[in-house]
């Protein structure tokens, strides 16, 4: 970007101001300003340096890093905020030891500090710990049991160790916390599937179609989710609920081959394509449609047989 030093102190208070972070353009602006107008931004100075810090750790450029480092030490030699910030360079190198000792020694200068604690958190899982990261977030979810991210974070943990039972209650905090959430009922519908059983199936299946309700139909994973369930209970049953199930599956399998061709229709309105990513390559269309479409003739199959 060229721009003059005020007009790129001005993009980095914006982006400070939206929690931008967009660590190239911030390191592009930043180390200019740093290194050849740092008096010029007087008491701004400092908060450029700790946004510029981030974004260098994000880009590996540890050498900028350590020179925004430096300024805020010598600013602020025993500022608990650069102390963090120094913890954070030592995970960014991999020397995770002794960036746990600074975060041990932090903590016990404020228990109440949670982004300290939850650094620790980020610390044992990086490293691979996944049995400590749970210990210290069962802890710290103790004190901070509001904490909607950190529930959803022991959730994954507990998966991530096949513990599907405790996955499933701590998602279903989450939905007690704010039942309108879609996310947290496709959540808790996965963990249910993946335990298996025709209970847990249709508890999946109920959870699936409340996600896809609460989403107004635009939640992907949660229409695949209703259609997988809806199809299992076509195969285990020829009641009349299974005939509903049958229609649930197509409806949903209907619903995702719309959303698919929606995002690359030409004829679309704007309406319906302005705001949709365009994630799946359209080379991968054919293959995603005709997959779907072959689940959903398994599913007429098995009802027909039955």
Known sequence: MDMTWDEASDTLREWRGMSVRDSEQVVELGERLVRDYSSKLQDELWLVCEQVFIASLDTGRFDLANLCLDKLKEKFPKSSRVMKLDAMGMEAEGRFDDALNVYDELEKLDQTDAAIRKRKIAVFKSQ????????????????????QEAWME?????????????????VEELILSNAFNH?????????????????????????????????????????YGLMLTSGSSTQS??????RNSKQYANWAGKMVLSKYKNVWSEGGTVD??????????????????????QMLGQISLSDASS
């Open 237 to 242: 049953r020829g009641d009349t609920k299974a």
């Open 154 to 170: 022991l959730a994954d943990l507990y998966v991530k160790e096949m513990d599907y039972k405790k996955a499933a209650f701590c």
């Open 183 to 223: 996310l947290y009922h496709q959540r808790y519908a996965e963990i249910m599937y993946t335990i298996g059983g025709q209970e847990n199936l249709e508890t999946a299946r109920r959870y699936f179609a409340q996600a896809v309700k609460l989403s107004s139909n635009t939640n992907i994973r949660a229409l």
């Open 128 to 147: 691979g710990y996944t049995s400590l990261a749970i210990k210290h977030l069962t802890i710290y979810l103790q004190s901070f049991m509001a904490d």
């Open 272 to 293: 319906e394509t302005k705001f949709l990513p365009k994630i799946t390559p359209e080379s991968d269309l054919p293959q995603l449609t005709a997959s779907v479409s």
